[in-house]
């Protein structure tokens, strides 16, 4: 078995610290608002959450609601949600029409295209109220790439696929058009949405954050069996997995790489030889069960290779873990007609992670996404609205279940999030009450949080009114 060598070479100089003040700011909230989310694509829904024609779905950012309309078979439209007689938001939540929008107040009402239908006592206004051309619902601009459908407030903006950049083609051999929601769950966290954010754009919390569940079985899933390791789970201790140079594995298994605006993290390749074979967390399908339930959780694996892996009589004691549930999730994927060949052996069933500017991120695999969303909530800079979407590829003969948008006012009083994800999501409080202190002064950032600096970076750009330098 060959040995991991670090991959980090350049020493790494960025040393500006990050100013605490646009999380806890209320006036960089309001700037936000008015600079920011005005500018940008903001992924508002699937399209599988609006599949007939009169389904809408209400997207909330800020003060300012859209309702996503299905206007036909392949048209969307983003409706600004406010009546133009006396400003009733028109539909909230998810639902159905037939064929016409209706104010629940006057009954005043409009055609799926946004025209008008009909004004109750027209006659009694005063003519030039009634123009019928400013009577149009108001629209936001729709792109949809990638089974998503996008809005954007931007009076001229750029093309979706040129905001998402390299997104477009790094995503394509994962046809995430062909992936289905199949849970959508939001909350409110107690941080900012870039707090939040942030905690899913970088590795470098995975090793403290995350050691009691990626010990022991998943363990090896995660780290090279160099013979680096001082110490294992079997001292009944944390694990201490740092190398010679007491560096943890976080410092060379993912490789991060930043785009003007997005930014990705990924596992190296090596973990395909690297990666600690079954036999040695003892026995080999008891420990593949085990590691598959746990990367079930972030959606990294699904039922589909537990049930595979099941139906195996022998379970190679010798093969390096994420090698075979590679051929575990390729073998899964042909079963029912799917084919991951060309997705390459080291994304099938490790995690490439892409943070979409400005509120996406999270781990995709061959047929399985886990997509988080932030976005602020109302005008509290110390609170967000957190999505989480999970997205698998169905294949054929197979049936996605339906899917109920499940809702919790408090994270911690829903237990579904997942251990691994819970983890993450008790950091966040932790994070933003330090924020509050004064003797806070600012983020000190490394090498593996870069994309959390790219990222500040292009905030900066919008709030403080240089967007489109260089
Ligand atoms: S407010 Fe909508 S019809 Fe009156
Ligand atoms: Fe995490």
């Known amino acids: 078995m060959t040995t991991t060598q670090p991959r980090i070479q350049q020493p790494y100089t960025e040393s500006a610290l990050v100013s605490k003040g646009r999380y806890i700011s209320t006036e960089w909230l309001a700037a936000e608002y008015e600079k920011l989310w005005p500018q940008v694509w903001q992924m508002a829904c699937r399209l599988e959450q609006i599949p007939q024609v009169g389904d809408f779905h209400e997207y909330l950012i800020g003060t300012q609601s859209i309702l996503l309309v299905r206007e036909s078979e392949d048209t969307v439209r983003a409706f600004r949600n406010a009546c133009p007689h006396r400003a009733t938001r028109i539909a909230s939540g998810t639902g159905h029409v037939d064929a016409e929008l209706r104010c629940p107040f006057h009954g005043w009402a409009w055609n799926l295209d946004g025209s008008v239908l009909e004004i109750p006592d027209a006659d009694d206004f005063a003519p030039e109220c009634l123009s019928r051309s400013e009577l149009r619902l108001r629209e936001a601009t729709v792109g949809l ?120 993290m990924r596992n190296v390749p090596e973990m395909l030889t690297e990666s600690a074979p079954l036999g040695d967390h003892g026995d080999p399908k008891q420990a593949a069960l085990a590691m598959l339930r746990l990367n079930q959780m972030i959606s990294l694996a699904h039922q589909d290779d537990i049930d595979h892996v099941e139906a195996m009589a022998n379970v190679p004691g010798d093969v ?96 579904g999030w997942g251990q691994t994800i819970g983890q993450d999501l008790s950091n966040m409080g932790h994070v933003q009450a330090g924020l509050h202190q004064t003797s806070f002064t600012g983020l000190r950032l490394n090498r593996q949080e870069a994309g959390v600096r790219n990222f500040e970076r292009f905030v900066d750009r919008h709030v403080l009114g240089d967007h489109g330098a260089s």
């Open 320 to 415: 390096p873990a994420v090698r075979f549930f590679t051929d575990v999730r390729r073998a899964a994927g042909a079963a029912v007609g799917v084919d991951y060949s060309h997705i390459p052996d080291e994304d099938v069933m490790s995690a490439i992670d892409y943070c979409i500017y400005p509120n996406l991120v999270g781990p995709i695999s061959a047929g399985n996404w886990i997509l988080f969303r932030f976005r602020p909530n109302g005008k509290d800079p110390d609170t967000c609205l957190f999505d989480v979407l999970f997205l698998h590829r169905f294949g054929e003969g197979q049936q996605p279940p339906p899917v109920e948008h499940e809702f919790f006012p408090r994270w911690q009083d829903h237990d």
């Open 145 to 264: 790439w990638g089974g998503f459908v996008f809005v954007t407030f931007a009076p001229d903006p750029e093309p979706l696929r040129e905001f998402l950049g390299p997104v477009v083609e790094g995503l394509a051999p994962f046809e995430p058009e062909k992936m289905r929601l199949i849970r959508h769950r939001t909350t409110i966290m107690d941080c900012n949405w870039k707090v939040g954010l942030a905690a899913f754009n970088e590795a470098y919390h995975v090793e403290a954050t995350h050691v009691w569940d990626l010990s022991g079985y998943a363990r090896g899933a995660r780290v090279s069996a160099s013979g680096r390791r001082t110490r294992g789970a079997d001292d009944g201790g944390r694990p201490d997995v740092r190398d010679a140079d007491g560096r943890t594995p976080g410092a060379y298994q993912f490789h991060y790489e930043a785009f003007p605006t997005h930014n990705l």
